[in-house]
């Protein structure tokens, strides 16, 4: 009887031990933050390459998008549909350059500039702005995006 006790003592005291020294495996699922980060991350790739369909589909159909530069607000793909193709086709050339980004389960503000050529009145003007943006992600969605920007602030780099 005493061996049997030894081994179930020894079984008993493995089992905590290696219980206790093995490190928590991580879930398959990520962190909604982390949902959220990639979800951006997504966005200014798809900006950088103009790829209109990608960016679309980021939006929940329900999704609410003001800008201080653009048309004020905008609302569901198809506003989004709308408002980033003419920033496409207003700065054929135009580029994202994330700064910073903070982000929370949901929320995610990103501070960054817009480089590029902006045509107006058929004359291409040289831009590097200076933007903040604030989304809120839903289930993989944007359903907000506020953009702030003061146009007057060019900076050179």
Do not use: W
Request: hydrophobic share 35%; charged share 25%; proline share 3%.
């Amino acid at each position: 009887m005493g061996i049997h006790i030894r081994t179930a003592s020894a079984a008993l005291g493995l089992i905590v031990f290696t219980s206790c020294h093995n490190p928590s495996e991580k879930p398959a699922d990520t962190s909604r933050g982390d949902q959220s980060r990639q979800v951006i991350e997504e966005h200014f790739k798809y900006l950088n390459t103009h790829d209109l369909k990608g960016i679309v589909a980021q939006y929940a159909d329900s999704a609410k998008i003001t800008t201080a530069d653009r048309d004020g607000e905008s609302y569901g793909r198809q506003g989004a549909d709308q408002m980033f193709h003419q920033m496409f086709y207003v700065s054929p050339d135009a580029r994202y350059l994330v700064d910073d980004m903070i982000v929370t389960d949901s929320l995610v503000v990103v501070e960054y500039d817009a480089t590029g050529l902006r045509t107006k009145a058929n004359d291409p003007v040289r831009i590097d702005l200076r933007y903040c943006s604030i989304f809120t992600i839903k289930d993989g969605k944007i359903i907000r995006e506020a953009t702030y920007t003061n146009p007057k602030l060019y900076h050179n780099k």
